[in-house]
Each structure stands twice: as C-alpha cells, then as structure tokens.
C-alpha cells in the first residue's frame, strides 16, 4: 500500500486547510486511517482516526472539535479539514493505514503503512 498525502501550505493563525491522503495498491480492505503529526523537536503524535465506513471516528483532545477527518472509499482518499488553525499544530502530518480494525486507534505502531507527510506551517 502506498500512500500519499498532500494539500498542506502556509496559513496564518485562525485560518483553514485540508488535507488529503490517496492510497494505491491496496490488496486488503482498510479497516482504520489515520493522521499523526510531527512537530519540530517533538515525537510523532495521534491526531484523528476513522473505521472503514467512517461510521467511527477519533480525536485527539488537542484538536477535537476544530479537526474533521473524513474519507471517500470510492476514491481511496482520505482528509482532514483542519479550521481555527493555531501556530501549536504547526507539524508535518502524516497518514496511516491498517488492515485490520484492532481496539487502538491512536498508536502508532498499530499501524502497517504510512505516507511520507505533508508539511502544515501556522503563522501567528
């Protein structure tokens, strides 16, 4: 499976931006995607999750209710719209990819692939 995010920029502080994650190759059904983030200086962390049908979904405290992770089986995608942006979730961001459905959805190395990251900078 590869997977390729993109869509990320510059934006400034209180403003919006989504981005996406296209997955090719897929021999077996993605039962969980998901965004982790990287900061510069500091380990990789958990952002949002979301089960096959999209009927599930999971947030980090960090950005519930300002983050919306989606996606479109149809077209293999995956997003994240990201609104009220502030300069902490400046990070590259990454997306990940399992096949199984497992009962964590928010570490790491529960995941089998991942993509190599889009880079997302808020300025204040």
């Known amino acids: 499976v590869q997977l390729q995010a993109s869509g990320g920029g510059l934006v400034q502080a209180g403003g919006s931006l989504k981005v996406s994650c296209e997955a090719s190759?897929?021999?077996?059904?993605?039962?969980?995607m998901g965004w982790f983030r990287q900061a510069p200086g500091k380990e990789r962390e958990f952002v949002a999750a979301?089960?096959?049908?999209?009927?599930?979904?999971m947030y980090a405290a960090s950005v519930k209710g300002r983050f919306t992770i989606s996606r479109d089986n149809a077209k293999n995608t995956m997003y994240l719209q990201m609104n009220s942006l502030n300069v902490e979730d400046t990070a590259v961001y990454y997306c990940?990819?399992?096949?199984?459905?497992?009962?964590?959805?928010?570490?790491?190395?529960?995941?089998?692939?991942w993509g190599r990251g889009t880079q997302v900078t808020v300025s204040s």
């Open positions: 990940a990819d399992r096949s199984f459905l497992g009962s964590t959805w928010d570490q790491e190395d529960e995941y089998e692939y």
């Open positions: 190759g897929r021999a077996l059904r993605s039962y969980v």
């Open positions: 979301i089960s096959w049908d999209g009927g599930l979904k």
